[in-house]
Nanobody, 125 residues
Framework: VQLQASGGGLVQSGGSLRLSCASSGSALRDHAIGWFRQAPGKEREGVSCISASDGSTYYANSVKGRFTISRDNAKDTAYLEMNSLKPEDTAVYYC???????????????????WGQGTQVTVSS
């Protein structure tokens, strides 16, 4: 599956952005989809994941209550709605597809086989 992430940009602290992850080549409905981010000088971290089979969702503690992951299988697109953004949310955000239906509780540690190119999110204070 080929993924294309978009929707990043520059926003003030407290603002909102919605990231999109569009797939081609393979139906999104067959894959769990994760969002990851990497800030300069830091390791990549898992942000959120949504399963394909039952739509169950998982979030990193740092974004719980602020970010919402969703998917529209008819459009082969997943989304990450980000609200109450903070400067520490600044990073390149990547979407990824797992060759499995479920995220699983350890989703942030498992292998995601396909990755999008990343979209920059910058939150100014």
């Amino acid at each position: 599956v080929q993924l294309q992430a978009s929707g990043g940009g520059l926003v003030q602290s407290g603002g909102s952005l919605r990231l999109s992850c569009a797939s081609s080549g393979s139906a999104l409905r067959d894959h769990a989809i994760g969002w990851f981010r990497q800030a300069p000088g830091k390791e990549r971290e898992g942000v959120s994941c949504i399963s394909a089979s039952d739509g169950s969702t998982y979030y990193a503690n740092s974004v719980k209550g602020r970010f919402t992951i969703s998917r529209d299988n008819a459009k082969d697109t997943a989304y990450l709605e980000m609200n109450s953004l903070k400067p520490e949310d600044t990073a390149v955000y990547y979407c990824a597809a797992r060759d499995a239906y479920m995220c699983g509780s350890r989703w942030h540690l498992v292998i995601f086989g396909s990755w999008g190119q990343g979209t920059q999110v910058t939150v100014s204070s």
